[in-house]
């Protein structure tokens, strides 16, 4: 039970003084911390707030505006009441205390009758001690109870329903950008009428407790309505219980990431056998039926920048469980290099192959923030910076670990390539790269521009274009003539000997297939920059 000036007053030993407020009627649910005897009202240097001054008003009669004065100065410093004992005989004292407390908004008593100041401040102290010994047992419950919970590993959403409870109040739960995850009312749980009356009050008066983790914004814990100390301190511990979760929750994950990763690398040296490798990577969460399937992902837009890589990386582990879970597959997920995933993606034992993964990279290419896909497109404005490479199934691990390298070469190959070459496709396999995607794998390696450039000659410099595309499409169409002629809408002799004068230029036949082939790869070469 709160101690207030009002509740002091109905005490008995209180009423049998004959109370008579005098001023501040409206502040009479003044909390009281402590009750201070004084015959003298100038006190605010001794005061710290919050204390109940009692006086036998020894010196008001004496000096009314003196009285005056200390009745505001105690008013400034923060005192809950003064109550002082006039019995009858004393009513100049009276007069001159109704006087000096006119218009005060400190709660002002007088007691017409005699009482014993040290039965009144014994009755006002028990209670306040008994105050406080509640506080501290309904903080120890409140304390156990949500360390209970966070020792059972509740969920968030149980955390929430335990505060609403608690309180007896609607308790939700917000991320940053102020979505509600979670929301409870005491005695409606989620009710759609329930939930709604409680969002509609959520932004009036409430308290609204941070949920940190590691010095990050995580969420804010609501309640609509409350701002009592009661409603502060079950926020307080209910965000604590939430931070508490989430970290053992991340610490958890981290772990599982790490042991995943672990087994991947392992695998690259397995020496144990397939059962074993079965065996262990159902141990990690793998449930592969007979399928695993290959996969890379590469990641663009970190530029370098390895904390922006990190967070990259966090982004698209947090996606990909998702993008998996819902697809109703399991996934083993390691690195692939600085900025790419190995994944072993195992689909349900009644889902496609195809359609797992299209379902998972759709989920990928479509999950990203708006900041985060302008900062992470490719210079193709390629969707969202993402590029994932299969390779070929496998009937269980083993086999599957053997194609991440060809998965890898078709993930590295199509990013190189960018999203142009093939418009709209979420995934790759090495179908779709080909000679291409080796030529674009290798394309910065010096030897091949060396070889590439010792194939074109002069063909690359400035105002030499229409060379290089009859050199084209001699190349598109297998050397051709007619087909060229009809291309570039020449006629024939014209195009004999432009292209007569190229192989001269160039010492090769244009019509050799080996030729043809050789100035292809540099073609590609050139084209990639």
Excluded: C
């Excluded at 914004?217 to 079950?234: I, K, N």
């Excluded at 079965?278 to 890379?296: C, F, I, T």
């Excluded at 210079?379 to 599957?400: K, N, Q, S, T």
């Amino acid at each position: 039970m709160l101690i207030t000036v009002a509740s002091i007053l109905k005490l008995p030993v209180v009423r049998a003084g004959a109370p008579e407020i005098i001023a501040g009627a409206e502040a009479l649910e003044t909390p009281v911390r402590w009750v201070h005897v004084s015959e003298q009202l100038e006190l605010t240097d001794l005061l710290q707030g919050g204390e109940l001054i009692l006086s036998t008003g020894l010196l008001v009669g004496a000096d009314p505006q003196a009285a005056e004065t200390q009745l505001r100065d105690l008013e400034r410093a923060g005192a809950a009441g003064v109550i002082v004992e006039l019995p009858p005989g004393r009513e100049p004292t009276q007069a001159a205390l109704r006087r000096a407390a006119a218009g005060a908004a400190l709660p002002v008593v007088i007691l017409h009758q005699r009482v014993r100041f040290v039965e009144l401040t014994e009755a006002v102290h028990r209670l306040i001690v008994a105050e406080q010994m509640e506080q501290l047992e309904a903080s120890r419950r409140i304390h156990e109870l949500f360390t209970d919970l966070v020792l059972n590993d509740a969920s968030a959403e149980d955390i929430v329903r335990a505060a609403a409870s608690e309180l007896d109040a609607a308790v939700l739960l917000e991320d940053p950008s102020g979505r509600v995850l979670h929301v409870h009312v005491p005695g409606a749980g989620s009710a759609p009428a329930a939930v709604a009356a409680a969002l509609a009050r959520r932004d009036g008066v409430g308290v609204r407790e941070l949920v940190s983790v590691r010095e990050s914004a995580w969420g804010r814990l609501v309640v609509p309505g409350r701002e009592d100390a009661s409603a502060r301190h079950v926020a307080q511990r209910a965000a604590q219980a939430l931070a508490l979760h989430l970290m053992a929750e991340r610490d958890a994950r981290d772990l599982a990431q790490l042991a995943q990763s672990a087994f991947l690398t392992e695998l690259a040296s397995w020496s144990a056998g397939e059962d074993a490798a079965e065996q262990r990577a159902a141990s990690l969460g793998l449930a592969s039926a007979g399928r695993v399937v290959p996969l890379v992902i590469r990641m663009e837009g970190a530029d370098g920048d390895p904390l922006a890589l990190s967070r990259l990386e966090r982004e698209l582990r947090a996606e990909l469980s998702d993008a998996v879970g819902q697809a109703g597959a399991t996934a083993l997920v390691g690195h692939a290099g600085v900025d790419a995933l190995a994944v072993l993606l195992a689909p349900s034992a009644k889902a496609q192959r195809g359609a797992t993964l299209d379902r998972v990279a759709s989920a990928l290419a479509g999950g990203r923030t708006a900041a985060g896909a302008a900062g992470a497109a490719g210079a193709d404005g390629g969707a969202h910076g993402r590029f994932i490479g299969v390779g070929p199934a496998g009937a269980g691990v083993l086999e599957a670990v053997a194609g991440l390298a060809e998965a890898s070469h078709v993930a590295a190959a199509a990013q190189r390539l960018g999203r142009g070459a093939h418009p709209g496709r979420p995934w790759f396999t090495a179908a779709d790269v080909r000679l291409p995607g080796l030529v674009a794998v290798l394309a910065e390696d010096a030897r091949v521009r060396r070889f590439a450039a010792s194939e074109l000659g002069a063909l690359t410099s400035p105002g030499r274009e229409g060379d290089l595309e009859l050199l084209r499409a001699m190349v598109d169409t297998g050397g051709a003539k007619a087909r060229v002629a009809q291309r570039l809408f020449l006629s024939r002799p014209a195009v004999y000997h432009r292209i007569s004068r190229l192989e001269e230029e160039l010492g090769v036949s244009l019509q050799d297939p080996a030729s043809l082939t050789s100035l292809a790869v540099a073609l590609l070469v050139n084209d990639l920059g």
